[in-house]
Nanobody
Framework: QVQLVESGGGLVQAGGSLRLSCVASGTIYRINAMGWYRQAPGKQRELVARIISSSTTNYADSVKGRFTISRDNTKNTVYLQMNSLNPEDTALYYC???????????????WGQGTQVTVSS
């Protein structure tokens, strides 16, 4: 089993910045990918950013140029630096990770509990 614990959410004014962190712990042989999704009230959960290796990243078009995802493999941690925030970024942000628990094992997908980001205008 793997646990994902997010932190760093909060209330910020438009134009401000926040940094989210997510730490993975538990039975981990290899973390294949880590990422962030978000869900605003009344909307579907959507991919914000994903990092597969230190150099392979994907971003939603709406956050390109404003958000940066990074990963510290030594700490099993993924970060999301969010700059130039606007009210449309308000959502519950979830950490996601694809993990192989042991050598030769099946990959599993895990989710964190979510951290709230609220951007006021």
């Amino acid at each position: 089993q793997v646990q994902l614990v997010e932190s760093g959410g909060g209330l910020v004014q438009a134009g401000g910045s926040l940094r989210l962190s997510c730490v993975a712990s538990g039975t981990i042989y290899r973390i294949n990918a880590m990422g962030w999704y978000r869900q605003a009230p009344g909307k579907q959960r959507e991919l914000v950013a994903r990092i597969i290796s230190s150099s392979t990243t994907n971003y939603a078009d709406s956050v390109k140029g404003r958000f940066t995802i990074s990963r510290d493999n030594t700490k099993n941690t993924v970060y999301l630096q969010m700059n130039s925030l606007n009210p449309e970024d308000t959502a519950l942000y979830y950490c996601n990770s694809r993990v192989t628990p042991f050598l030769g094992g099946t990959e599993f997908t895990y989710w964190g509990q979510g951290t709230q980001v609220t951007v006021s205008s």
